[in-house]
């Protein structure tokens, strides 16, 4: 039988404003990684804790994400009846309302420096399948493998989907 648990994933990294193939700018993370290579990009969903820091690392915005797809709706262009959403002319998929717009397009912008956190409530924490590394008698279960496979479920999770039901 497996366990589960309420969990929590930090990823450090910085901020990224997306252009889409329709002409939006959409919010990501994304992670740090080792020299030459390129993290690992992540949507910014509903539910997720987001801090954002400025170059000193001192906190500029701290919070749950909590999208309003109904705030700064504009015609699309004059006399359009098509409403988008903008921040400073510019068209955005869903505005956090706890930010002043133009901060938040700025920091995405400058890809300022943050630490997302993806709560999620509901995961097994064990795995079903037999791992070849586990010993007669039951020792030497490969715990670091196993937490790797939990932290990329985790992560295919937020990815895939929104965790905000998952949300405590």
């Keep these: 039988m497996s366990a589960k648990g309420h969990y929590f994933l930090v990823m450090s ?17 994304q992670e740090e990684a ?37 705030m700064l709706r504009e015609p699309d262009f004059p006399g359009s009846e098509h409403l988008v959403q903008k921040i400073n002319g510019r068209k955005v998929r869903n505005v956090q309302g706890s930010a002043r717009p133009k901060h938040w397009l700025e920091w995405f912008e400058k890809k300022n420096a943050a630490r997302l956190e993806v709560r999620v409530t509901v995961i097994n924490t064990h795995y079903d399948e037999p791992n070849p590394q586990l010993v007669e008698g039951g020792e030497g279960v490969d715990r670091a493998a196993e937490r790797e496979r939990l932290i990329k479920e985790l992560i295919e999770l937020h990815d895939k989907g929104d965790t905000t039901s998952l949300v405590r």
């Design 13 to 29: 990294g910085h901020l990224l404003a997306e252009l889409d193939l329709e002409g939006y700018l959409n919010w990501k993370f």
């Design 34 to 70: 080792e020299d030459g290579q390129r993290g690992e990009v992540h949507p910014i969903k509903n539910g997720d804790f987001l801090r954002v820091f400025d170059e000193d690392n001192c906190i500029l915005w701290s919070g749950v994400i909590a999208f309003n797809d109904e």
